[in-house]
Structures are given as C-alpha cells and as structure tokens.
C-alpha cells in the first residue's frame, strides 16, 4: 500500500508569492496533519484536518490555510510568502480523529528567494 | 503538552544495543510517551509508545520507570540504518504531536 504522498518534492518561490502544497493520505486515513519543520528544528504543527473540518491549529499567521476535499486529500496554502517561511513541510495522516499514530510523508521542501 | 527533556547526540557501535533517554518529570496520569525518529531527509518514523507498562515490538522496546518520570528507548542490535533524529513526546494519546530538540543518534561501524 502507497504510504503518505506528498507534491510537489521541492519548490522555489519568491517573497510575496504564495504557493500550494498537496497531500494524498493512506488509503482510510480520515484525519490529516501539517506541520513545519525549519532546518535544525523540531517539526511544528500548523493544522489538523477530519472528515473535512478543521480540528486543531497550530501557531502560525493567517496567511497559512489549508484544507481537506472529500477523498481526504488535503491542500496547504501560504500567502504573501516570507523568506522565514523556507522550511520542509510535512503532512501525516491517521486513520482517526485522535490521531494516535500518525503516518507522515516525506515533505516538501520550500525555499522562499 | 509536558515536557521533554533528551541529551542532543549519542553515539553506538553497529550491532550494539542503542539505549536513549528521556526525562518527562511534569507527565500527567493520562500522558502517553511516544517515540518518533526522522532519518536524513525523510518524514518522522513512529517507532514505540507506551502509558506505565514496558512495551516491546519489532523496531524497539520501551521502558518506563514506575513514577513515569523518565524512560528509555531501546533499540537491540543498532544498525548504520538507525542513524537519525530520535524524538520523544508527551500527549495524552490524541491530538497533534509536539517536538523538541532529539536525540541525534550515530551508530558508528
């Protein structure tokens, strides 16, 4: 079975651009997490998604969104991007809303120029 | 969330057993230790978890001491394979999943 995939691998961008990450989760995986990791630091979690809804925001600005379509795939958006906002973005995917165990795909990586 | 607190880096010899530690003193009753390791660009790994008994299965085992204070991550027979980031993390066994620092991990040959 395919395993969390995540599109695209890497991405360049430049200030004030913004820009769109996809997310296919595992097969029966409802629920869908984003998070963010800056280089030598732990990930950060920005989003959870479940059937849908948001369920759980992360500290981060409103010019991140995302959101999660029917089949459970999900999109993050960031708007008007910052050079900061260079970082590897990760998704996971969990069969529950509680997420006991999450899955995660290998990211994307963001370079804002 | 309670916090985490791991060494930065340890080293092991290939074919050794990896034993890395974690101090989470302000867990609450409900608080579940898990642990997650992040090979050089790759997404985490879920590896272990446990509430207050000893777990164990094909990856690693883990330890956890009686007041549930501290534990520990075993892994038996480290290979170069297992070099990564080590995390471990508080949660009450739902909801996002915090990370600090790690355990950067270097089995050596």
């Known amino acids: 079975d395919a395993g969390v995939t995540q599109s695209p691998t890497h991405l360049i961008k430049t200030r004030g651009q913004h820009v769109t990450l996809r997310c296919s989760p595992i097969?029966?995986?409802?629920?869908v997490s984003w998070y963010q990791q800056v280089l030598g630091q732990g990930p950060q979690f920005i989003f959870q998604y479940y059937e849908k809804e948001e369920r759980g925001r992360g500290n981060f600005p409103d010019r991140f969104s995302a959101r999660q379509f029917p089949n459970y795939s999900s999109e993050l958006n960031v708007n008007a991007l910052l050079l900061g906002d260079s970082a590897l973005y990760l998704c996971a995917s969990s069969p529950d809303r509680g997420q006991n165990i999450q899955y995660f795909g290998a990211g994307t990586r963001l370079s804002v120029l | 969330d309670a916090k985490t607190t791991q060494p930065p880096s340890m080293d092991c010899a290939e074919g050794r057993a990896a034993n890395l530690p974690c101090n989470h003193s302000?867990?609450?009753?409900?608080?579940?230790v898990y642990w997650y390791r992040q090979i050089h660009s790759q997404g985490p790994q879920y590896i272990i978890h446990?509430?207050?008994n000893n777990e164990t299965n094909e990856m690693a085992s883990l330890i956890i001491t009686e007041d549930r204070k501290s534990s520990t991550l075993i892994l038996p027979h480290a290979t170069l394979r297992d070099t990564a980031v080590y995390y471990c993390?508080?949660?009450?066994?739902?909801?996002?999943?915090?990370f600090g620092q790690g355990t950067t991990l270097q089995v050596k040959p």
């Open positions: 993390i508080v949660r009450p066994g739902t909801g996002k999943l915090i």
């Open positions: 097969s029966g995986h409802k629920s």
């Open positions: 446990g509430l207050k």
């Open positions: 302000t867990i609450s009753g409900n608080e579940y």
